[in-house]
Nanobody, 123 residues
Framework: QVQLVESGGGLVQAGGSLRLSCADTGRAFSTYARAWFRQAPGKEREFVAVITWSGGSTNYADSVKGRFTISKDNAKNTVYLQMNSLKPEDTAVYYC????????????????WGQGTQVTVSS
């Protein structure tokens, strides 16, 4: 079964960097599109980044474009989110998600979710 576990969150100052990881501790997910979403208190879960199962295509929310990079390592069943030039408005719980084949910008499209990891950016 697919089991997603996020790690790498924490507290950083504005302008700093973090790298989030999401490992599938269950079966391999080489044919799954992978995505990152985030949710701040009292707000809707919002799209951050997505990568195709082949790794050949990525898309980003306008708010993070040029600062965040999504990548994956199929051999390790792990997807990453490199976050640079962090801003206080990036503060949220970050969730990884997976669905078969094609990706989506919408959280309701995803079948599998991690437990979330807190990212806090101080000013």
């Amino acid at each position: 079964q697919v089991q997603l576990v996020e790690s790498g969150g924490g507290l950083v100052q504005a302008g700093g960097s973090l790298r989030l990881s999401c490992a599938d501790t269950g079966r391999a997910f080489s044919t799954y599109a992978r995505a990152w979403f985030r949710q701040a208190p009292g707000k809707e879960r919002e799209f951050v980044a997505v990568i195709t199962w082949s790794g050949g295509s990525t898309n980003y929310a306008d708010s993070v474009k040029g600062r965040f990079t999504i990548s994956k390592d199929n051999a390790k069943n792990t997807v990453y989110l490199q976050m640079n030039s962090l801003k206080p408005e990036d503060t949220a719980v970050y969730y990884c998600a997976a669905r078969p084949y094609s990706g989506s910008y919408y959280p309701t499209a995803y079948d599998h979710w991690g437990q979330g990891t807190q990212v806090t950016v101080s000013s």
